[in-house]
T-cell receptor, first 114, second 112 residues
Framework: GAVVSQHPSWVICKSGTSVKIECRSL??????MFWYRQFPKQSLMLMAT?????????EQGVEKDKFLINHASLTLSTLTVTSAHPEDSSFYIC??????????FGQGTRLTVV | AQSVTQLDSHVSVSEGTPVLLRCNYS??????LFWYVQHPNKGLQLLLK??????LVKGINGFEAEFKKSETSFHLTKPSAHMSDAAEYFC??????????FGTGTRLQVFP
């Protein structure tokens, strides 16, 4: 079945630095990408939606200048957390779909900002 | 607008006994509903989905769910719990533009 590869699976960074999380679709072309954030013991919250070649659409309350999303190709999307702070520590997970197959989630990235 | 409500934040069962995880949905049109499982520090795995075909949906690992329009419910069941079933379970409804709307999750504990 279709596979989405997300990495890194975990990352620790210093406050003020930027972190890039990458998601790749391995055997299908992902026309739409969703990025979710999950705080400890909470549900997944949609952060943004992006279509290949277009700017991402951010959910209310999500800072687009802080969470940079690039969906440059049909197989790759990246989320960059800029100037990370401890409150950005969370589990970030991508979801990719091509509208013909069921969407697939990446394995998730646990970000810890110290 | 679509939404889901998971009625129990925690469910504890003994190994070998039935599992029931409750979910109610709200949707202005015929919904697509899903159950996902998340093991600690892992990604999400699709257990099963309902997309307006058969109301009783069978999924992986012995789980199944029944779509009941009259009750706006989509409860997840399994006849006999296994220790490996211990995880977080999310009931999900698909909104417009393919967005997934997650419930708050139910943590399933399985005791030996």
């Amino acid at each position: 079945g279709a596979v989405v590869s997300q990495h890194p699976s975990w990352v620790i960074c210093k406050s003020g630095t930027s972190v890039k999380i990458e998601c790749r679709s391995l055997d299908f072309q992902a026309t739409t990408m969703f990025w979710y954030r999950q705080f400890p013991k909470q549900s997944l919250m949609l952060m943004a939606t992006s279509n290949e070649g277009s700017k991402a659409t951010y959910e209310q309350g999500v800072e687009k200048d802080k969470f940079l999303i690039n969906h440059a190709s049909l197989t790759l999307s990246t989320l960059t957390v800029t100037s990370a702070h401890p409150e950005d520590s969370s589990f970030y997970i991508c979801r990719m779909t091509d509208l013909y197959t069921e969407a697939f989630f990446g394995q998730g990235t646990r970000l810890t900002v110290v | 607008a679509q939404s889901v409500t998971q009625l129990d934040s925690h469910v504890s069962v003994s190994e070998g006994t039935p599992v029931l995880l409750r979910c109610n949905y709200s949707s202005s049109y015929s919904p697509s509903l899903f159950w996902y499982v998340q093991h600690p520090n892992k990604g999400l795995q699709l257990l099963l989905k309902y997309t307006s075909a058969a109301t009783l949906v069978k999924g992986i690992n012995g789980f199944e769910a029944e779509f009941k329009k009259s009750e706006t419910s989509f409860h997840l069941t399994k006849p006999s719990a296994h220790m490996s079933d211990a995880a977080e379970y999310f009931c999900v409804v698909r909104g417009n533009t393919d967005k997934l709307i997650f419930g708050t999750g139910t943590r399933l504990q399985v005791f030996p």
